[in-house]
Nanobody
Framework: VQLQASGGGLVQAGGSLRLSCVAS????????MAWFRQAPGKEREFVAA????????YYADSVSGRFTISRDNAKNTVYLQMNSLKPEDTAVYYC???????????????WGKGTLVTVSS
């Protein structure tokens, strides 16, 4: 599975962005998909995940209620809708795939290249 994330950019605090991650490969629908982020000088951290059938979604406490993860298996795409953005959300955002849910980046099987989100105050 190859993953390509897009949709990052510069936004003011309180604004919104939607990230997309397109996957290649025939087995996209069987993977749990996740978003992670990494701010400068910090470790990569879990943001959100969604099960293969979209029946289960998981969020980090820091984004719960502001971010929404979704997926369209017909389009091989996972989305991250980010609302009420804060300067502390500034980071490179990565999409990842795994065979089961995990918030540990070491458990991911595939990674996409990141997309930069910058939130100005």
């Amino acid at each position: 599975v190859q993953l390509q994330a897009s949709g990052g950019g510069l936004v003011q605090a309180g604004g919104s962005l939607r990230l997309s991650c397109v996957a290649s490969g025939r087995t996209f629908s069987s993977y749990t998909m996740a978003w992670f982020r990494q701010a400068p000088g910090k470790e990569r951290e879990f943001v959100a995940a969604i099960s293969w059938h979209a029946g289960g979604t998981y969020y980090a406490d820091s984004v719960s209620g502001r971010f929404t993860i979704s997926r369209d298996n017909a389009k091989n795409t996972v989305y991250l809708q980010m609302n009420s953005l804060k300067p502390e959300d500034t980071a490179v955002y990565y999409c990842a795939a795994s065979t089961s849910y995990s918030s540990n980046p070491r458990s991911m099987h595939y990674w996409g290249k990141g997309t930069l989100v910058t939130v100005s105050s």
